[in-house]
Each structure stands twice: as structure tokens, then as C-alpha cells.
């Protein structure tokens, strides 16, 4: 009994751990993109993507899953999830790049606060369903703390906006499909390669392009792009085999966390009281939203 319970408990941890690392590591990607500033957002992504194919298919085939890759391509729908997919997630590495590149980190730790908010809203209109009261005072609540961070600033936070949307589209679409997440990722890349690609010769041919005018330690840092993409993927995805979604949902704020703190502490950005009080109504939605996933599960627990 002793040695199940410790391997459990081992198995937890590990679990745990690995989910630690890759929102870590997703928090701390302002900082890698800032040392791209220098090269324009798009053509950062551009290279992300050729880059990430490069990674991703090395996982694959370390793995085993070349086949997972091989019938992803011939399921005539599987093959459309994973192209909406690439168009989402393209949409959120450009928004997010940009985001950072502009001085606009803590815009960007806004849009992953509202980011699980706005997959339950996606939820109810596309899958039908159905929202707890708590639920919808938590969105209430990000709606109100949206409208009035437009009213405070003046503009609308749109980035923050297409952030969310673009990644809880990107998890919708993900979810629907059922896909496994490294070889759907290499699938996405493959679609997006051609034009990626094309841009980054093109740019090169004209004399503008990142890798003849930029130096060894920059050229390095953009393929690094493509392993800083796949490895958090690949701890996130042991790590969900391994834990709860309930404790996924308490970590997962890691991210927006550690955004925000290095948009205000190292990179100085101001941090006003119209900041103050919209990220405090979210962060009481997203606590609103905790409770509903604890009391769910263990409604469920009971059943």
C-alpha cells in the first residue's frame, strides 16, 4: 500500500513540476522576444515558424509519432482543425510579439487573465454550455474590468482582447480536435511554412532580411525561437497526463503573473490605477472562477 501511494505521490510531483516549467517558461518569453527588438515582429514570427517545424518534427520523430503526423495530414478533417488552428495561433504569436516588442507587456498579461474567462464564454456559445452563476459573475466581471481599462486609457485593449480570443480559439479548436498536441503543432507549421518561408527569402534576396544584417549571438537567438516554442509544449503535455485539470487551472496564472511583474519591474512600464482596479476585478472573477472548477469537481466527487 505504502510503495502505491508513493509512486502516486511521485507521479503527482513530477506532474506538478512539469506544468511549473512550461508556464515558467512561457512567463519569461518577454524577455527572449526583447532581445529581437531590433528585427520587426512579423519577420520574428516568420522565423518562429520555420523554427518550430524544425523542433517540433525532431520531438515527433524522437518520440515515435511520425505516423500520428502522417494521418493527421490524410483525415480530411483533422486537416481543417489544424489549419484554423495555425490561423489562431499565428494570429496570437503576432499579436503577442508586437505586444512586447511595443512596450505593451502588461496589456499582454491581460489578455492570459482573461484568457480562461473567455474560454468559458466560448464554451457556452460553441459547445452550448451550460454556465454556473459564479460563472457568469466571473465574466460579468472581466467585462466590466475591460470597458472600463478602455474607458481609463481612452482605447479600447485590443490587445489584450485578441489575445485571449486568439488563444481560447486556439484551445477550443485544439480540444475539439483531439489531437495530440506536439504532432498537431508540426502539422501547423507545415501549413504555415510556405509563406513563412517565402517572406524570409524574399527579405534575404532584397537585402533586408534578419539573418544577413543582424549577428551570430541574434541569428542564434532566432532558431532558438523554435526550441523555447516546442519544449514548454512538450513539459505542458507530460504534465497534463499526470495531474489534474483542476490543479492545471491554479498554475496555469503563472504566466500572466510573471508577464505582468516583468512588464513593471524590469522594463518599467507604467503601472496605473486604471491597471490597478481592472486587473483587480479580474483577478476577483478568476478567483470567482476557481471556486466553480472546485466546487464542480467535487460536486462530482460526491456523485
Known amino acids: 500500500m505504502n510503495q502505491t501511494i508513493s509512486s502516486s505521490d511521485k507521479k503527482d510531483l513530477i506532474g506538478t513540476l512539469y506544468t511549473i516549467a512550461a508556464f515558467t517558461a512561457w512567463g519569461c518569453l518577454p524577455g527572449y522576444w526583447k532581445l529581437l527588438k531590433s528585427i520587426p515582429p512579423d519577420e520574428i514570427v516568420f522565423h518562429r515558424?520555420?523554427?518550430?517545424f524544425v523542433f517540433a518534427s525532431i520531438f515527433v520523430l524522437w518520440s515515435g509519432k511520425k505516423n500520428t503526423i502522417i494521418n493527421i495530414l490524410k483525415n480530411r478533417k483533422q486537416r481543417f482543425i489544424v489549419i484554423f488552428s495555425s490561423?489562431?495561433?499565428v494570429i496570437n504569436w503576432m499579436i503577442y510579439v508586437y505586444a512586447i516588442n511595443t512596450d505593451h507587456i502588461i496589456e499582454a498579461s491581460l489578455g492570459y487573465f482573461i484568457n480562461p474567462l473567455v474560454s468559458i464564454f466560448l464554451g457556452m456559445i460553441v459547445l452550448k454550455e451550460k454556465l454556473s452563476s459564479i460563472q457568469i459573475t466571473a465574466l460579468i466581471l472581466a467585462v466590466g474590468a475591460v470597458l472600463y481599462l478602455s474607458i481609463d486609457n481612452g482605447s479600447f485593449p485590443w490587445i489584450a482582447v485578441i489575445l485571449a480570443f486568439s488563444f481560447g480559439f486556439y484551445?477550443?479548436?485544439?480540444?475539439?480536435?483531439n489531437l495530440d498536441s506536439m504532432a498537431s503543432l508540426s502539422v501547423e507549421m507545415v501549413f504555415?511554412?510556405?509563406?513563412?518561408?517565402f517572406i524570409i527569402l524574399f527579405k534575404e534576396y532584397n537585402g533586408t532580411g534578419a539573418i544577413q544584417n543582424s549577428s551570430l549571438m541574434i541569428n542564434l537567438i532566432l532558431i532558438g525561437t523554435g526550441f523555447i516554442s516546442a519544449v514548454p509544449?512538450?513539459?505542458f503535455a507530460q504534465g497534463t497526463k499526470m495531474i489534474s485539470l483542476s490543479r492545471i487551472g491554479f498554475i496555469q496564472y503563472i504566466t500572466p503573473t510573471?508577464?505582468?511583474?516583468i512588464g513593471v519591474?524590469?522594463?518599467?512600464?507604467?503601472?496605473?490605477?486604471?491597471?490597478?482596479?481592472?486587473?483587480s476585478l479580474i483577478w476577483t472573477a478568476l478567483i470567482l472562477y476557481t471556486a466553480s472548477v472546485l466546487l464542480a469537481k467535487k460536486d462530482k466527487d460526491i456523485a
Open 49 to 52: 515558424i520555420v523554427w518550430t
Open 87 to 89: 490561423i489562431a495561433i
Open 258 to 261: 510573471i508577464t505582468l511583474l
Open 265 to 279: 519591474v524590469i522594463y518599467k512600464e507604467a503601472f496605473t490605477s486604471g491597471h490597478a482596479i481592472s486587473f
Open 192 to 197: 504555415l511554412l510556405p509563406v513563412s518561408i
Open 233 to 235: 509544449l512538450v513539459w
Open 171 to 177: 484551445g477550443l479548436i485544439k480540444k475539439t480536435g
